[in-house]
């Protein structure tokens, strides 16, 4: 997986996504990723997300990890997965959208991105007179990530 120590491994108490939720709301999305360590290099480097929880399920034969901007109650994290047994890379459905980001600064966060070599897919736009900016780049693995801009200017 990667030599990173997270800030929590797997323990069942670990393992809570809120106690006093009486309504439904989004927890994680799943990404397949072909390496980890050009996954963290993107999110966590690049986007600015940590480690919140790594594991294993040994009877699902995969590696995962939970990564986000804050932690488990405080908004939707991504997991990021690979299956031990999978010798071809893994390619996209023509159901996958994108994981949306808010960031302060679209502009300056596609700068750094490119800075880092990352696809820019979207530069920096405005799709409807009034909205946000936003952008859409590619992570190491080709997902879409968008961008959208969270600080009024």
Known sequence: M???NPTADFDPRNW????????????????RVNDFDASLRFYRDGLGMKVLMKFEV????????????GDFYTG???????????????THGTHYGH??????DVEAMVAKL???GVE?????TKL??????????????????????TLRR
Request: aromatic share 8%; charged share 20%.
């Open 99 to 104: 994981v949306s980001v808010g960031v302060p």
């Open 114 to 116: 490119e800075s880092m």
């Open 58 to 69: 040994e009877s699902r034969r995969v590696s995962a990890m939970f990564i986000g901007f």
């Open 128 to 149: 409807k007179p009034g909205a946000p900016l936003v952008a859409f780049v590619k992570d190491p693995d080709g997902c879409s990530v968008e961008l959208i801009q």
């Open 16 to 31: 809570i996504w809120g106690v006093d939720d009486s309504q439904p709301r989004l927890l994680h999305t799943m990404i």
């Open 2 to 4: 990667t030599n990173e």
């Open 120 to 124: 820019i897919e979207t530069r920096p």
């Open 76 to 90: 939707g994290v991504i997991e990021l997965t690979r299956q031990w047994d999978v010798t071809q890379p893994y």
